[in-house]
């Protein structure tokens, strides 16, 4: 049998235990390593997306509360690839001069509309901000279960092997408790990071939501009040 020729040599390092296993149990640790990796590359990805994402959003904010014009600022941003608030600005922007260009007749019915601009373009940078963070959610509630698959199927290749042998010899037990726990471990070591790193990043994802919320509120009261402005003459005219 496979776990005699194991204990046999001694040999009890990751790879051994890894070659000796059966098929299924080196399929789960297959896919947990896998899963690990694609974790691992979700936790780099988002930090350094994350971290771009609060220096943006502090030099937009800087730009904008420096009393520089907003059409200045806008015609500076418009022709660039935006992101979070500053595409936020931009939205809001367009349908403001759109909406001067072809006439404005009602100020309630701007307002409106500019509002639903920034919610749309909210909403859209909200998403960027969560993507992936589903498969963290599922890496770290399912990859324990898989692990435990694994350990099951470890378990019931001893019970085997001492079918097999006529045998609880502990040499002839070990490699399969070995295997089946080295599945369990590499189902922990999988979904712990995902779980840690699907919280911060909830977390922070919700922070900067909450970042371009603020500004959307701030912007449209600011917007209104330039509303108007630029409606009182029309109605002090009619």
Same mark, same amino acid.
């Given at each position: 049998?496979?776990?005699?020729?194991?204990?046999?040599?001694?040999?009890?390092?990751?790879?051994?235990?890894?070659?000796?296993?059966?098929?299924?149990?080196?399929?789960?640790?297959?896919?947990?390593?896998?899963?690990?990796?694609?974790?691992?590359?979700?936790?780099?990805?988002?930090?350094?997306?994350?971290?771009?994402?609060?220096?943006?959003?502090?030099?937009?904010?800087?730009?904008?509360?420096?009393?520089?014009?907003?059409?200045?600022?806008?015609?500076?941003?418009?022709?660039?690839?935006?992101?979070?608030?500053?595409?936020?600005?931009?939205?809001?922007?367009?349908?403001?001069? #759109? *909406?001067?260009?072809?006439? +404005?007749?009602? &100020?309630?019915?701007?307002?409106?509309?500019?509002?639903? !601009? @920034?919610?749309?373009?909210?909403?859209?940078?909200?998403?960027?901000?969560?993507?992936?963070?589903?498969?963290?959610?599922?890496?770290?509630?399912?990859?324990?279960?898989?692990?435990?698959?694994?350990?099951?199927?470890?378990?019931?290749?001893?019970?085997?092997?001492?079918?097999?042998? #006529? *045998?609880?010899?502990?040499? +002839?037990?070990? &490699?399969?408790?070995?295997?089946?726990?080295?599945?369990? !471990? @590499?189902?922990?070591?999988?979904?712990?990071?995902?779980?840690?790193?699907?919280?911060?990043?909830?977390?922070?994802?919700?922070?900067?939501?909450?970042?371009?919320?603020?500004?959307?509120?701030?912007?449209?009261?600011?917007?209104?009040?330039?509303?108007?402005?630029?409606?009182?003459?029309?109605?002090?005219?009619?």
């Amino acid at each position: 049998m496979e776990q005699v020729g194991l204990a046999a040599t001694n040999e009890v390092t990751l790879w051994a235990l890894f070659v000796e296993a059966s098929f299924v149990v080196q399929l789960v640790m297959v896919g947990l390593v896998a899963a690990s990796i694609w974790t691992w590359a979700i936790i780099i990805d988002k930090t350094v997306n994350f971290g771009r994402a609060r220096r943006q959003f502090d030099r937009f904010e800087q730009v904008f509360w420096s009393g520089q014009s907003l059409e200045d600022l806008y015609q500076m941003l418009s022709d660039r690839r935006t992101s979070g608030m500053s595409s936020i600005f931009v939205a809001a922007m367009r349908e403001w001069k #759109k *909406s001067f260009e072809r006439g +404005v007749r009602s &100020p309630m019915g701007l307002q409106m509309r500019i509002d639903k !601009a @920034m919610d749309v373009t909210l909403s859209r940078e909200a998403e960027k901000f969560e993507a992936r963070l589903g498969s963290l959610a599922s890496i770290g509630s399912a990859a324990p279960f898989i692990g435990l698959f694994g350990t099951v199927v470890g378990i019931m290749t001893s019970f085997q092997a001492i079918a097999g042998s #006529k *045998s609880t010899n502990l040499a +002839v037990v070990a &490699p399969g408790i070995a295997e089946a726990l080295l599945a369990t !471990a @590499m189902g922990l070591l999988a979904a712990i990071p995902a779980v840690i790193a699907y919280n911060k990043f909830s977390s922070d994802a919700g922070k900067l939501t909450a970042r371009m919320e603020g500004f959307a509120d701030e912007f449209s009261g600011i917007l209104s009040r330039q509303i108007d402005e630029k409606m009182q003459p029309r109605a002090a005219a009619e």
